[in-house]
DNA sequence: GTCGATTTGTTCGTATGTATC
DNA sequence: TGATACATACGAACAAATCGA
């Protein structure tokens, strides 16, 4: 090497970038929380040194995310992003069987995690009973199960899992995926075992669903 | 109701919503996949009736969530965005403890899945020993353990569950999680087990994992 | 190696719609 | 009703990078 050129692949930062970071700081510096209003498109060009068009492209950026809520006539505000998101999910892309059998299994360990932390909360058989009585059930295994799911889910200190296991399921529903599976089990066996704190027949349950096999199309 | 006015709270879409729709769409219908090129700003400008700035405004949200990548002089191009995102880690965001810890609890979930399809996936006792015995370890268990679950996790089918624990891994370490946990067990004890495929005793460890006292400040 | 065409990067000015007082 | 503040949207202009003749 003759030259101390940095041969790395690497495009110089650009402006909408920067104004993304540049904002972040300010909404951390600034103690700024959900709702919190941020200055003006104009100010923030001045302030930032940067034309409003650059301004409103990162502002564009965050608004995707979450991280900003932008409304005409009023103003740009803080928001609160979620932990996860599915990129597919918010563009609203089809997508093949391949891809929703990976999130299929990412939602099905959501679900297997979930149940078993809610087991270990250190609630009574008592409690247990009566939480999950205030749900009425219908007979069809992916009404219920959800139902169930993000019930006991609320109740965890976590929230997190839940979260993860919205956006997965959200995905799997948009797509039709469900009405594909060849289910073989009742959801009240998975009801049962759970009042019954049967974990090891649970693990079981959870193994069967996760080897669905694909229903034959006709 | 006297009129037939939505009531709804809704606001109009936006005109880089509708850019993103479109251009989503369009990539679809033209069947692009990572690499292709799609129309300069100026085209699709032309094309969907609206100005180069809004083209701009979607194109740079869809820049963000990684699905498309444009270069000065060249132009703009379709790329595969990953499955999962973590908002405050594509902003660079300092995140507080509490929600470091959760995702944490996350990053361990992932962890054990992984280590439990691994072992579930058919290969002989020789094979598993052969395979991991290409790592070298350095006896740190922060180090050692992200290799070893980054290993085994690239032989996997599911390619999400290895994208959802880098994605939860790197915002751990870019906020410098785990040095405040206080650890109390050596990596080479879940080595071992692994390669007894003693999965009782892994569930335990991977518990013991998840509940890890935060170092006292000194 | 230079020139010219193409394309994104960035800025500025202007007009319009909307919310608030 | 009017005035003000603000986001929304457009279009023109120039800079910078890339590529091919």
Known sequence: MKSNRNYQVQQPPKMYQQVITQLVEYIESEQLSEGSK???????SELLGVSRSSIR????????????????????????????????QLLKQQLDHIYLQNYYEVFIMCSKQIVSLSLSQGLTNKELIEKTSVLNFTG???????????????GLQNPFFLSLWSNNYNVLVENDYFCTLNLKVQFNVFLDCYLERNEARL?????GLSKLDKLDPI
């Open 38 to 44: 941020i200055p003006t498109e104009r100010n923030l």
């Open 140 to 154: 069809d295994f992916w009404s219920d199960f959800p139902e169930w799911i993000e019930f006991i889910a609320t």
């Open 57 to 88: 492209e990162g502002i564009r950026s965050l608004e995707l995310l979450g991280y900003l809520d932008s409304r005409q006539g009023e103003g740009t505000f803080v928001s609160n992003p979620p932990p996860f998101l599915i990129p597919p």
């Open 203 to 207: 693990k079981e349950l959870f193994h």
